[in-house]
Antibody, heavy 114, light 112 residues
Framework: EVQLVESGGGLVQPGGSLRLSCAASGFTFSTYWMHWVRQTPGKGLLWVSRISSDGRLTTSADSVKGRFTISRDNAKNTLYLQMNSLGADDTAVYYC???????WGQGTLVTVSS | DVVMTQSPLSLPVTLGQPASISCRSSQSLVHSDGNTYLSWFLQRPGQSPRRLIH???NRGSGVPDRFSGSGSGTNFTLKISRVEAEDVGVFYCMQGTHWPYTFGQGTKLEIK
């Protein structure tokens, strides 16, 4: 059974940082591009960042470029999202996704508020 | 960014009746590799999105055959041949051809 389990979300003050993790199992993680997607009631679903299967290629949406860094550890079957300089607009449920939405985690809520 | 426009945004349907959702993109979704990366997702209340259709018309593993996708270029359609109670939720189209990948606004299906 495929599982993607996110962790690391929570309440953080504006300007703060968080690191999200996504533990993968049940599929060959090292062969899949992996992604972070966020969802807010107001702006819907936004594809945040992607990383190639070997970790060499990464791309991020303009709204998070320079603040968020996606990475992966194929030996640990784990995807990461380092989020810095967080603002209220970053408040969302963050999902990790495998492939072009083949697999999704259950999501982790990030709330940026003082 | 490619804008994905869905219609309708609200879709009340009687159980057992068909339903159709349209999705239009602001530019062609044909990739340089020849594929068209248009997917459909269903997000049931309280759940993560689940992909139903990928590359326009390919049903995912375990997806009932009452779901079908069609279209090309910039115009796409998801059809449900007979709506069931478990189809309640929000349907999204998504393009994976041009970065950043983008979703439609969502179509909320409810049972009349």
């Amino acid at each position: 059974e495929v599982q993607l389990v996110e962790s690391g979300g929570g309440l953080v003050q504006p300007g703060g940082s968080l690191r999200l993790s996504c533990a993968a199992s049940g599929f060959t993680f090292s062969t899949y591009w992996m992604h972070w997607v966020r969802q807010t009631p107001g702006k819907g679903l936004l594809w945040v960042s992607r990383i190639s299967s070997d970790g060499r290629l990464t791309t991020s949406a303009d709204s998070v470029k320079g603040r968020f860094t996606i990475s992966r550890d194929n030996a640990k079957n784990t995807l990461y999202l380092q989020m810095n300089s967080l603002g209220a607009d970053d408040t969302a449920v963050y999902y990790c996704a495998g492939g072009l939405g083949d697999y999704w985690g259950q999501g982790t809520l990030v709330t940026v508020s003082s | 960014d490619v804008v994905m426009t869905q219609s309708p945004l609200s879709l009340p349907v009687t159980l057992g009746q068909p339903a159709s959702i349209s999705c239009r993109s602001s530019q062609s979704l044909v990739h340089s590799d020849g594929n068209t990366y248009l997917s459909w997702f269903l997000q049931r209340p309280g759940q993560s999105p689940r992909r139903l259709i990928h590359k326009v018309s390919n049903r995912g593993s375990g997806v009932p055959d009452r779901f079908s996708g069609s279209g090309s270029g910039t115009n796409f359609t998801l059809k449900i041949s007979r709506v069931e109670a478990e189809d309640v939720g929000v349907f999204y189209c998504m393009q994976g051809t041009h970065w950043p990948y983008t979703f439609g606004q969502g179509t909320k299906l409810e049972i009349k």
